[in-house]
């Protein structure tokens, strides 16, 4: 079992920043890719981002490459999304994903964006005033 809990949520302006954490327990992080989901009302978890255990590969939404970006440190079993320039739109309750398969696997964006994760976090709140 992996517990998975998501901070750094919160209100900002357009054209702000926010980063948001993820820290995981209970299994080895190493072996697992991580994700990053979100949700907005009335609308489906749609995925924003995704890295391999190594941290050597990373994967991007259209909507946030070049604005967001992920990263982990395995040693302090944390995984990040840092947002920049963000924008109305963005706002939603974003999610932390964990899959063991998913880390050791070697697909292309497609097979990381679908939302078949092992392990969810609870959600944290990002609202972005204009």
């Known amino acids: 079992q992996v517990q998975l809990v998501e901070s750094g949520g919160g209100l900002v302006q357009a054209g702000g920043s926010l980063r948001l954490s993820c820290a995981a327990s209970g299994r080895t992080f190493s072996n697992y890719a991580m994700g990053w989901f979100r949700q907005a009302p009335g609308k489906e978890r749609e995925f924003v981002a995704a890295?391999?255990?190594?941290?050597?590969?990373?994967y991007y939404a259209d909507s946030v490459e070049g604005r967001f970006t992920i990263s982990r440190d395995n040693a302090k079993t944390t995984v990040y999304l840092q947002m920049n320039s963000l924008k109305p739109e963005d706002t939603a309750v974003y999610y932390c994903a964990a899959d063991r398969t998913k880390g050791l696997s070697y697909a292309s964006r497609g097979y990381y964006s679908r939302p078949d994760w092992d392990y969810w976090g609870q959600g944290t709140q990002v609202t972005v005033s204009s």
């Open positions: 890295i391999k255990w190594s941290g050597s590969n990373t």
